[in-house]
Nanobody, 127 residues
Framework: VQLVESGGGLVQAGGSLRLSCAAS????????MGWFRQAPAKERESVAA????????YYASSVKGRFTISRDNAKNTVYLQMNSLKPEDTAVYYC?????????????????????WGQGTQVTVSS
């Protein structure tokens, strides 16, 4: 599985961005997907995740109500719609795939559950 993120950029506080992550291969619909981010001098943290059929979604408390994760299995793509952006959302955002495993509230945020990672896309929010 290869993952390629896009859609990052520079935006003012209060603005919006939509990140996309395109996956290769024919097994996308069998993968749970997640978004993570890493700010300068900080550890990478979980942002959101979505189950294989999009029946379940999970969010970090810091983004709940502002970010929305979705997926289009026909296009092998997962999205992260980010609204009401804040300067503290500035980070490199990574897409990750949890291959052929179920997504639960107890595992969605664990980085070692994800076997495939993209290269990341930079999001910068100016104040």
């Amino acid at each position: 599985v290869q993952l390629v993120e896009s859609g990052g950029g520079l935006v003012q506080a209060g603005g919006s961005l939509r990140l996309s992550c395109a996956a290769s291969g024919r097994t996308f619909s069998r993968n749970s997907m997640g978004w993570f981010r890493q700010a300068p001098a900080k550890e990478r943290e979980s942002v959101a995740a979505i189950s294989r059929s999009a029946g379940s979604t999970y969010y970090a408390s810091s983004v709940k109500g502002r970010f929305t994760i979705s997926r289009d299995n026909a296009k092998n793509t997962v999205y992260l719609q980010m609204n009401s952006l804040k300067p503290e959302d500035t980070a490199v955002y990574y897409c990750a795939a949890m291959a052929e495993r179920y997504l639960y509230g107890s595992n969605w945020y664990k980085q070692n559950e994800y076997g495939y990672w993209g290269q990341g896309t930079q999001v910068t929010v100016s104040s």
